[in-house]
């Protein structure tokens, strides 16, 4: 594989897990990237002294990162630890802060009054979720899949009993354990981290209830989340991985069933045995390759994960009462769940994310300062266009927030910025503003999402949210490895 050359499109987690996965392995890996940074999603914003994580703010799933890194042979390139609470919870009007903790009577003993016999259901629930993930994880999400009929074979190999799951959505299968409508949305919330909500996300994602509380739990990333990128990047940089920055690639060039080269929007040209997009899969295959299955028209048809807007705040003084992972819940959040497509413009209040990073990072921000990073899911560019009063929402978030800590912090802040949909889209090329592309539905997960090798092209493959297995950073890491088979596999023809 010495003489082999990839070129990988985007330097996002899976292109720079995929690239450092080629390049220990004797490949020859060039990078471009639209952007200024590497990243993608996974990034860092500072301005002002006060430093945020762009987009994720937490992981799942560590031993996807330390198999990587053990694949790579290297050590792992970033520290991090277990969160204990997961995160805290708080719904509206009502003053009680519930703490998801690991601790199964730490847990119950704060719904004792709301969910009689809470620990018996939840350890019922969790077995039921822990079945779907060890049932599936290898068989469905850990494998490549060559046909729809291949596809097909391996499901068939799943316990049958997991079959009604999938007629169910995630909140109808959590309402099957539970009777307090508090408990409900508490414990279903995970269904908005796939991006979209458990009124309209399978009920067989329950299985992440199980990843958060008994298998493996979430972590922080010591120093902020970005430390992933600048470890892996330190890697590359050791096997001599070239990055080249703020080339867009637009066009492209073929030969028969091979791509030739692709043409930047300088009009340089790029060429290698082998091409790995790290775009969108998706809106690539419709935007550069001009598949007409991919068309504007054809992507609008799919079903996306929510638009974000995101809140960086530097405030000038120290949040004491607010634990580092929060949500909050509005009065209208089923409402919400259920409408935010249908009508989006009377959602000012809705479910949000607190995310104060200084608080285990103070190196994030000034002596006696807080970084505070606020997540809100909202609808796409196809549903909401017009971002023109984004202000209006983000102030509305900001004072219900301080409603809720019982501190204005409006006379606080000192740094502000925020990104809407369209932000999201033009900075990181996502659909529409989609966060996390493709959403997961029953027609667009394993084979029937968008492959990750190219239907015309043999030399051309992907890897990332869009493709399998789907979005969130150990689905990336998993995407990159899947995506390098495939490579080997060509390169050995």
């Given at each position: 594989m010495q003489n082999k050359s990839v070129l990988v499109v985007g330097a996002g987690i899976s292109g720079l897990a995929a690239a450092l996965r080629l390049a220990t392995n004797g490949f020859q890996v060039t990078i471009v990237e639209k952007a200024a940074t590497a990243g993608g999603r996974l990034n860092k914003l500072s301005f002002d002294g006060f430093s945020f994580d762009t987009g994720p703010s937490f992981f799942s799933m560590s031993y996807e990162f330390e198999q990587f890194a053990k694949d790579c042979k290297i050590n792992l390139p970033f520290k991090y630890y277990p969160l204990d609470p997961l995160y805290v919870v708080n719904l509206s009007n009502n003053p009680k802060y519930f703490h998801l903790f690991k601790n199964e009577a730490k847990l119950a003993?704060?719904?004792?009054?709301?969910?009689?016999?809470?620990?018996?259901?939840?350890?019922?629930?969790?077995?039921?979720?822990?079945?779907?993930?060890?049932?599936?994880?290898?068989?469905?999400?850990?494998?490549?899949?060559?046909?729809?009929?291949?596809?097909?074979?391996?499901?068939?190999?799943?316990?049958?009993?997991?079959?009604?799951?999938?007629?169910?959505?995630?909140?109808?299968?959590?309402?099957?354990?539970?009777?307090?409508?508090?408990?409900?949305?508490?414990?279903?919330?995970?269904?908005?981290?796939?991006?979209?909500?458990?009124?309209?996300?399978?009920?067989?994602?329950?299985?992440?209830?199980?990843?958060?509380?008994?298998?493996?739990?979430?972590?922080?990333?010591?120093?902020?989340?970005?430390?992933?990128?600048?470890?892996?990047?330190?890697?590359?940089?050791?096997?001599?991985?070239?990055?080249?920055?703020?080339?867009?690639?637009?066009?492209?060039?073929?030969?028969?069933?091979?791509?030739?080269?692709?043409?930047?929007?300088?009009?340089?040209?790029?060429?290698?045995?082998?091409?790995?997009?790290?775009?969108?899969a998706a809106y690539?295959?419709?935007?550069?390759?001009?598949?007409?299955?991919?068309?504007?028209?054809?992507?609008?048809?799919?079903?996306?994960?929510?638009?974000?807007?995101?809140?960086?705040?530097?405030?000038?003084?120290?949040?004491?009462?607010?634990?580092?992972?929060?949500?909050?819940?509005?009065?209208?959040?089923?409402?919400?769940?259920?409408?935010?497509?249908?009508?989006?413009?009377?959602?000012?209040?809705?479910?949000?994310?607190?995310?104060?990073?200084?608080?285990?990072?103070?190196?994030?921000?000034?002596?006696?300062?807080?970084?505070?990073?606020?997540?809100?899911?909202?609808?796409?560019?196809?549903?909401?266009?017009?971002?023109?009063?984004?202000?209006?929402?983000v102030n509305s978030i900001i004072q219900d927030f301080s409603k809720r800590i019982g501190i204005n912090i409006n006379n606080h802040i000192i740094a502000k910025r925020f990104f809407t949909p369209i932000d999201w889209q033009n900075k990181f090329n996502l659909y529409r503003g989609s966060g996390l592309g493709l959403a997961h539905n029953m027609w667009q997960i394993g084979a029937f999402r968008p492959k990750n090798y190219d239907e015309v092209f043999e030399n051309v493959f992907y890897a990332g949210a869009s493709t399998h297995p789907g979005a969130g950073l150990p689905m990336g890491i998993i995407s990159s490895k899947l995506a390098f088979e495939r490579i080997v596999h060509y390169a050995q023809k």
């Open positions: 003993e704060q719904f004792k009054d709301i969910e009689p016999e809470f620990e018996q259901k939840f350890n019922k629930y969790l077995s039921k979720a822990g079945d779907m993930f060890h049932d599936t994880i290898n068989i469905v999400i850990k494998s490549n899949f060559d046909s729809y009929l291949h596809y097909c074979r391996n499901l068939m190999k799943v316990n049958p009993s997991h079959l009604p799951v999938l007629m169910r959505n995630f909140y109808n299968q959590v309402s099957r354990y539970f009777d307090s409508d508090t408990v409900k949305q508490i414990i279903s919330l995970v269904a908005f981290f796939l991006g979209r909500t458990p009124f309209d996300t399978m009920g067989i994602y329950t299985l992440l209830s199980y990843t958060e509380f008994k298998h493996d739990g979430y972590h922080n990333v010591i120093g902020g989340m970005y430390k992933i990128v600048e470890g892996i990047l330190e890697e590359l940089k050791k096997h001599n991985v070239k990055i080249y920055f703020n080339t867009e690639i637009v066009d492209f060039q073929s030969n028969g069933s091979k791509l030739s080269a692709f043409i930047d929007n300088n009009g340089n040209s790029w060429s290698a045995d082998i091409y790995l997009i790290n775009s969108d690539f295959r419709g935007k550069v390759l001009k598949r007409k299955d991919f068309s504007q028209s054809q992507l609008d048809k799919m079903q996306w994960t929510m638009g974000y807007l995101t809140i960086y705040l530097g405030l000038n003084i120290k949040l004491n009462n607010v634990a580092h992972h929060n949500y909050f819940l509005g009065e209208n959040y089923t409402d919400y769940a259920k409408n935010v497509y249908r009508n989006p413009d009377t959602l000012e209040k809705p479910y949000y994310y607190v995310n104060v990073i200084s608080k285990h990072n103070s190196e994030l921000a000034p002596v006696g300062c807080e970084s505070v990073f606020i997540v809100c899911p909202v609808p796409d560019l196809r549903y909401k266009n017009n971002w023109d009063g984004a202000d209006v929402i």
